[in-house]
């Protein structure tokens, strides 16, 4: 295994099924996570930038629109 450290299919599947099992059982709570999705039509068109920022546009990048190019 430590000269061939690739991850097969029946491994991966072991893996998350004990994370599963951690996350359900032993005494924790078995809320499901809850993720919070913003779209793009509620993002601003240009990223919020502070005063101190030294590049503008970097400062919350994430808050800008994000734009996909199709060729």
């Known amino acids: 295994m430590a000269t061939n450290p690739r991850i097969n299919s029946q491994m991966a ?3 998350r099924m004990a994370k599963l ?3 359900e059982g ?3 709570s078995s809320v499901p996570k809850v ?3 913003v779209d793009n039509d509620e993002r601003p068109d ?3 930038t502070t ?7 970097k400062a919350n990048a ?9 060729p």
């Open 13 to 15: 599947a072991g893996i």
């Open 21 to 23: 099992k951690r996350m």
């Open 26 to 28: 032993d005494g924790g």
């Open 35 to 37: 993720y919070h999705t």
């Open 46 to 48: 240009t990223a919020f």
């Open 51 to 57: 005063e101190r920022a030294k590049k503008t546009g």
């Open 62 to 70: 994430c808050s800008g629109k994000i734009f996909v190019t199709i």
